[in-house]
């Protein structure tokens, strides 16, 4: 009987004790919640400044630890801040910034080599921001080499010495192979169907510009067609997308019919402008085919997406199609609609193969050497890695890794 | 002599800088500042591309050459563009609009010659939908391209074919359901394919290169219109 009280009270104690106890634990989890989320983000650490490397000086990268509230906490930062001074008691500046997860920053603004630059990183949520200590100077210096290049450097080098050589051995007059390109000799028959026929001859030189190496190497063969149409008395149409391009067209065509010694039949009426626009042109030069109904149609040079729609109206009308491109998504449809097609590389070798110049024969030599040197090199290293050998892969980087380091 | 040499000199010694800008970052400026040249140069050009135009035109007008109609059709093209370009870059009806009584006869007029001047709206509903037009030919040609390609007539044809129906199975769903045919797609497309796109494009990359020296050199200069 005299443990009954005692019993009671200890019942009614934790019966009390118990509720309140999770109240008061919910309260505090709230408030610690509620806590994080009222007060700004903890700010990021470990600010790590470098100069970007194999630059003009233009370029600082900045690197951090993440704020602990963006890679978890309360997970509410939005971004970071980068700001930079000239002086690590400031003002900063903000000179970049980057949504939340990002650990680094590359800094490009208005940036002067050899002068100290000091940064700090500014995390940010919806209540307020916290800024890192300032980390520097650090200065944004000028390299004079870009090692990130090394090796380019080795092959161009490797590359222009075997052209070099077999361009100066070519010199010396020794005879060298050049296998038949089947598109290149049907030039001559081309021209001369047309003559027959009373027909002019189209030749497009694609739709880039001059800059364009294939653009250089398509008026390298106009320059060819040019004068065996002159010497054939037969008419050629030289539509052109590019107004430069047009204008260099129109003097390589008229020294084609001077080399001839038929400067009068010359009509520069003839090589023009069309506009700038891929299917307006396209639209055009359809328009030419249709209506002149040329016997040949040269389509050499850059194209795209409008190659098949004129190798199809082109072989439409019936005439002989030669086409020659170095653009790889485009070369099938030539091949499906035209007779004779420039593969590639082929395109490049067009002007040497016409024009049998002795010099421009060597440097075919050089590539197919330097090609050699490369199909030697995939075979080797597929070879090797297939035995799980890694040396030969890994020599092409020893060069740059050691001047890395 | 001045003729061939300058324009070698120029073109060598800008070769050397360009290549040289590949390796030395300080450069970098000079390339950046032969692309704004180049902007520069393009938007001249243009005025003597529109020259040559209109001169290409004229002349067939000129001398009634066949189909010369449709040279009308171009210049006036042409003429109505640059008119409707110039009175929407420079705000001309807002000025007109401001001047008018509401409902006037001239307010009619003005609205009406703005619509039919209105540059933008010109542009999106007639030139792009007649670009659009052009573009979907090829979906029609590729099917006529590809009955030509793909007649079993050479061993070489017959593999095209043969690859080229499993390639076009393996992407379709139907196709996909059959077993084997999806990973046998993946495999030509990744595999042979690309093999042979890599191989052309070594050859490419090393005959532009070979290009680019032959120029720089003055080997090459049919581009400037001269022979050996």
């Known amino acids: 009987m005299t ?117 700090r990183v500014v995390v940010k949520d919806a209540k307020g921001e916290a800024p890192s200590v300032v980390a520097g100077p650090v200065q944004a210096k000028v390299q004079w080499f870009n090692l990130g290049r090394l090796n380019t450097l080795i092959a161009t080098i490797i590359y222009i010495t075997l052209l070099l050589y077999f361009i100066f051995h070519a010199k010396k007059g020794k005879k060298l192979f050049i296998r038949r390109l089947a598109g290149l000799d049907a030039l001559d028959e081309a021209v001369g169907r047309a003559t027959e026929m009373g027909k002019p001859i189209l030749y497009v030189p694609g739709i880039s510009q001059i800059s364009d190496v294939a653009t250089i190497a398509s008026i390298n063969i106009l320059s060819g067609v040019a004068r065996t149409v002159a010497e054939y008395n037969t008419r050629v149409i030289v539509p052109n997308y590019d107004p430069i391009v047009m204008t260099v067209a129109q003097e390589v065509v008229r020294e084609g019919f001077l080399a001839a010694g038929k400067p009068d039949a010359y009509d520069e009426h003839d090589v023009f402008y069309v506009t700038t626009n891929q299917f307006a042109f396209v639209a055009a030069v359809d328009g030419i085919m249709v209506r002149e109904k040329p016997a040949t149609n040269l389509f050499i040079g850059m194209f795209f997406a409008e190659s098949l729609i004129l190798a199809e109206t082109g072989a439409s009308t019936g005439a002989i199609q030669i086409a020659g491109t170095d653009a790889v998504a485009q070369i099938p449809f030539f091949i499906a609609a035209c007779d004779y097609t420039l593969i590639g590389e082929e395109l490049y070798a067009a002007s040497a193969y016409l024009s049998r110049a002795p010099l421009l024969l060597g440097s075919l030599k050089g590539q197919d050497w330097m090609k050699i040197c490369l199909i030697g090199c995939i075979a080797v290293g597929v070879v090797t890695l297939l035995f799980g050998i890694e040396s030969f892969r890994d020599f092409f980087e020893t060069p740059l890794m050691i001047f890395r380091q | 002599m001045m003729r061939r040499q300058v324009p070698l000199l120029i073109c060598f010694v800008a070769g050397i800088v360009m290549l040289s800008q590949n390796f030395i970052p300080p450069l970098t400026w000079v390339y950046q500042q032969a692309l704004e040249w180049a902007r520069i140069i393009s938007a001249i050009a243009l005025f003597i591309g529109l020259i040559s135009l209109v001169r290409v035109h004229t002349m067939k007008l000129k001398r009634k050459a066949a189909n010369y109609r449709y040279s009308y059709v171009t210049l006036f093209a042409l003429c109505y563009m640059i008119i409707a370009g110039f009175l929407t870059k420079y705000g001309l009806f807002v000025k007109l609009h401001a001047g008018c009584d509401t409902g006037s006869a001239w307010e009619w007029i003005v609205t009406a010659l703005e619509k039919a001047l209105n540059f933008q709206e010109i542009f999106l509903n007639v030139q792009i939908p007649i670009q659009a037009t052009m573009f979907s030919l090829l979906a029609f040609y590729i099917a006529s391209a590809a009955f030509r390609a793909f007649k079993a007539r050479t061993f070489e044809a017959t593999l095209l074919l043969i690859a080229a129906m499993i390639v076009m199975l393996g992407r379709v769903p139907l196709g996909q359901m059959i077993p084997g045919v999806k990973e046998i797609t993946v495999w030509i497309l990744d595999v042979p394919n690309t093999a042979a796109k890599r191989g052309i494009m070594i050859g490419v990359g090393l005959g532009m290169a070979s290009t680019s020296l032959k120029i720089m050199l003055g080997i090459e200069r049919t581009y400037l219109g001269m022979k050996d």
């Open chain 1, 3 to 119: 443990r009954r009280p005692h019993r009671f009270l200890r019942r009614a104690v934790l019966s009390l004790a118990l509720p309140m106890l999770l109240f008061v634990l919910l309260v505090a989890t709230g408030h610690a919640q509620s806590s994080a989320f009222d007060r700004p983000p903890a700010p990021v650490t470990n600010v790590a400044l470098k100069d970007a490397p194999d630059d003009a000086g233009g370029a600082i990268t900045i690197s951090w630890t993440l704020s602990p509230d963006d890679a978890g906490g309360a997970m509410d930062v939005i971004g970071y801040d980068v700001r930079r001074s000239t002086s690590p008691d400031g003002p900063f500046q903000t000179v970049k910034s980057v949504p939340r997860g990002s650990s680094e920053a590359a800094d490009e603004t208005d940036l002067d080599s050899d002068v100290n630059y000091f940064y």
